[in-house]
């Protein structure tokens, strides 16, 4: 079966970095939380006893990010394409649901449902993926991942999902993988993604 003839019922999409532009410099913040190499969210969620100091360091990162970022070129354009193809769009995010609604909201960006870190789905698993096909009735192969790092790659393809687009970002290199297609802004994007799976509407 083609791309062109394999329809699509989902997308879903990261946030910082690839819904909006984003300044995290997550080195910088892994050192100061003392963390190294270690996940941020099961560092300062460990094992259900929250490191409220690590949080709070997190969060005001976070909220510095959340009020100087705006959205990636031709991003409101591309939900346009998706929605007009009846095509169901999702956020998952490790980000929190303050910040997340605070740019939805002032964007006027609209997703079908969001997944912020408060529901405990937090990537590199693949859970939020798996619940968001089951919401929406979408199997791995009509289901559309779009990212910007190595944790959304390991995401997608942990639920099996073929489809994974990465947003190029010079500043967060990701190393090339089977099955993912890197591209440089949404314009560029749409045109893939029609070709590949409308080509036939």
Known sequence: MTGADMSVKLVIFDMDGTVFESFLDWTRIKKELNLKNRNILR???????????????????EKENTQKTRPI??????LSFLRQKQVKVALVTNNNKSNTEY???????????SVTRESGLWKPDPDAFLYLMNRFSSTAAET???GDSS?????????????????NNPN??????IGTVVFQDYFE?????????????
Do not use: C, M, T, W
């Not at 070129?73 to 591309?78: P, S």
């Not at 740019?103 to 449902?113: A, D, T, V």
């Not at 994007?189 to 509407?201: C, P, S, T």
């Open 144 to 146: 559309i991942s779009i």
């Open 189 to 201: 994007l749409k045109g893939i993604i029609e070709l590949r799976h409308f080509a036939n509407d």
């Open 151 to 167: 944790y959304d790659i390991e995401a997608s393809k942990r639920a099996d999902i073929p489809y994974i687009f990465i947003i």
């Open 172 to 177: 967060k290199p990701i190393k090339p993988s």
């Open 73 to 78: 070129r031709g991003i409101a354009e591309f």
């Open 103 to 113: 740019l939805l909201n002032k964007f006027r960006l609209e997703f079908h449902e």
């Open 43 to 61: 560092s300062v969620y460990r094992d259900s006893q929250v490191d409220h100091q690590k949080l709070a360091l997190l969060e005001k990162y």
